[in-house]
């Protein structure tokens, strides 16, 4: 996936710039120990931005943003793909918007069971 947005990226850059660049977005050398430390930040950032939902039931989107982008190596694509993963609902979307965005009021509304009703500790 991140070959991929280095691609598209670049493309961009290309089209606005009207000049090639000397690498290939895709040829650009991947480092398996940041790869590493993004999983162990993704999983962190993940659990937080989970307990969170499933303690409050409704959290506005820019306060998962912040909990979630304030760990290192994750980015705001992530959240929209766990909003997905989690079926949350999303109040105050437009019709047709499927996932959240800043500065649009937008909250997110945990739809399973909750941490007290499945008996679990904080």
């Known amino acids: 996936m991140e070959q991929t947005r280095a691609g598209a990226k670049q493309r961009k850059r290309v089209k606005k710039s ?25 999983g962190l950032a993940k659990q937080q931005v989970l307990e969170l939902l ?3 039931g409704r959290v506005p989107y820019e306060e998962v943003w912040d909990l979630a982008l304030s760990y290192p190596l994750v980015w705001e694509q992530d959240v929209k793909e766990w909003v997905r993963e989690w079926k949350l609902k999303i109040d105050g979307a437009q019709p047709r918007q499927q996932v959240p965005h800043l500065d649009e009021n937008n909250v997110l509304v945990w739809q399973g069971p909750g941490l007290k009703e499945e008996g679990l500790k904080m």
């Open 18 to 42: 009207g000049q090639l660049e000397l690498f290939a977005g895709e040829a650009m050398p991947h480092s398996r120990p940041i790869d590493d430390l993004r999983e162990r930040y993704l």
């Open 54 to 56: 499933r303690t409050r």
